[in-house]
Nanobody, 119 residues
Framework: QVQLAETGGGSVQAGGSLRLSCATS????????VGWFRQAPGKEREEVATIEGSGRPRYIDSVKGRFIISQDKAKKTVALQMKSLKPEGTGMYSC?????????????WGQGTQVTVSS
């Protein structure tokens, strides 16, 4: 059974940093595409960053140069290092996974972790 669990959210002032971690289980024989998503209050969920099983990352333009997604297959975790955070980065951050390339809908989701960035 595939499970995802996020940790690392919290409150930070603008310009600060946070590191989110997504612990995975159930991926025994192969490694999926894993993505980080966020949903701000009153807005639709958006994809922030994804990482292929090969390690290739992809980011939305608004976080390029400030966020880094990485994976540790031995520990079965995917991290999102966020720096120079902005108030518009506030929201519920969730990790998700899908088999195959990072194209299309994600099948597995964690519960999310709240990130609040104050100005």
């Amino acid at each position: 059974q595939v499970q995802l669990a996020e940790t690392g959210g919290g409150s930070v002032q603008a310009g600060g940093s946070l590191r989110l971690s997504c612990a995975t289980s159930g991926f025994t024989y192969s490694w999926p595409c894993v993505g980080w998503f966020r949903q701000a209050p009153g807005k639709e969920r958006e994809e922030v960053a994804t990482i292929e099983g090969s390690g290739r990352p992809r980011y939305i333009d608004s976080v390029k140069g400030r966020f880094i997604i990485s994976q540790d297959k031995a520990k079965k975790t995917v991290a999102l290092q966020m720096k120079s955070l902005k108030p518009e980065g506030t929201g519920m951050y969730s990790c998700a996974a899908r088999w195959g390339p990072c194209i299309g809908a994600f099948s597995y989701w964690g519960q999310g972790t709240q990130v609040t960035v104050s100005s």
